[in-house]
């Protein structure tokens, strides 16, 4: 037990010092989920939330003679891109699957931001048949602005993927969203949970029978912005193991049985993301194992072991890089992503180690379930203040938080407040200033510090100042465990 204690100790020395109580994540949770109403595409309803918005994109598909109006934004830009939303409303459902039980008064908020996602994605899936709409927009031509999504006017191209055009990674991972998002309306719509399900199995044969990438398929439209650079067998087992686990449908079962040794269950990769979907995907087939006790599932137990005592500080697997005040950094764009996703894994494997009694085990070495989840509330805490810049990188939280987000919505003057256009280029001088965003997009957990945990409040620095609907989904399930324990 030595090993185990050692380990324990290290994480836990400053745990204990935690500013936080069960209040401040239940604010971090409400606000966590508030975000989402900033990044509404579409016509938006009478209860919306963050008043500052208004309707954009109501032509969406309408080139291609279909409705793609609703969505998601994926970031600060004006673009819909269907790979990331996908990936966020996975994620998204994931986190009321397993922590929603947590969530309280902010269940229906919860659900009302994944049910926005799932309704744009069912959408996109079933418009015409055999086809499955993955992007709005043309990404050059809107990053060269800089506008409000209310006076958007550049162009909005449709594209899809096919069998002519096959996308088997986000076909997948959009299959994935609906069938994890069919779970979680389960009890409460099961007609919508129903359509939800079948219609993930369709986009999933489309994507298994019809195999190829996206980046291939169309090229500069989606790269270097979401290049799929994990490839698509990644998605594909994820997809099925999502499906299996919302349908207990036999064939899933086989289908990972069959193929999941060559798409990635014996690679021990160690990140996660709207790109790479192994990590996930063993946790998620681990429970199977854990709790239902599948012995098919046995090897993924192993290999998500080996994923979370990649990221166990002084474990002799270790292999996670940490900046001088603690934040896991995988790279230098975007990183909270990363440090959002683990977390949410590092949670939701203590919680199915917890209900099988059971422990990780890092070569020598045993990991108990709450050695995981300090690790994740060193890293949520992190986000939320207790870190060397002593400010919280969600926007909205705490008294020192970032101002200068690169976001167009929230740094160009609101319709509200500007009801007259303000054109592509007369954005500009909004990103250029050095003023704060005039509309507070609270909830927003910007990109992140860097790798010596200095943070420079700058619109300009996408790569810390730019917030992301892929950042905030894991981070939902999390505050909600913290908020309960």
Known sequence: MAPTLLILLVLTSSSLTSAFTSQHYSDALTKSILFF????????????????????????????????????????????????MAFTTTMLAWSIIEFGGFMHSELGNAKAALRWGSDYLLKAATATPGTLYVQVGEANSDH?????????????????????????????ETAAALAAASIVFHHSDPSYSNKLLQTAMNVFKLADEYRGSYSDSLHSAVCPFYCSYSGYNDDLLWGAAWIHRASQDARYMSYIQSNGHVMGSEDDDFSFSWDDKRAGTKVLLAKGFLLNKIEEFQAYKQHSDNYICSLIPGSQNSQAQYTPGGLFYKQEGSNLQYVT???????????????????????????????????????????????????????GFGDKYP?????????????????????CDAGHQYFNSGSPNPNI??????????????????????SQSEPATYINAPFVGAAAFFSAH
């Open 441 to 462: 997009l609270v909830g927003a957990i910007v990109g992140g510090p860097d790798r010596n945990d200095n943070y420079a409040d700058d619109r300009s620095n996408y």
């Open 403 to 423: 101002t200068r987000l690169h976001h167009r919505g929230s740094s160009v003057p609101s319709v509200r407040d500007h009801p007259d256009r303000i054109s």
């Open 37 to 84: 109403d900033g990044q509404r595409s579409g016509k938006l309803p009478a209860n919306q939330r963050l008043k500052w918005r208004g309707d954009s994109a109501l032509q969406d598909g309408s080139s291609a003679n279909v409705d793609l109006v609703g969505g998601y934004y994926d970031a600060g830009d004006n673009m819909k891109f269907g790979l990331p």
């Open 144 to 172: 060269r602005c800089w506008e409000r999504p209310e006076d958007m006017d550049t162009s909005r191209g449709v594209y899809s993927v096919s069998a002519q055009n096959p996308g088997s990674d986000v076909a997948a």
């Open 341 to 395: 996703t683990s977390s949410f894994l590092l949670l939701t494997y203590a919680k199915y180690l917890d209900s099988n009694g059971g422990h990780a085990s890092c070569g020598g070495s045993t990991i108990t379930s709450e050695t995981l989840i300090v690790q994740a509330k060193k890293q949520i805490d992190y986000i939320l203040g207790d870190n060397p810049m002593r400010m919280s990188y969600m926007v």
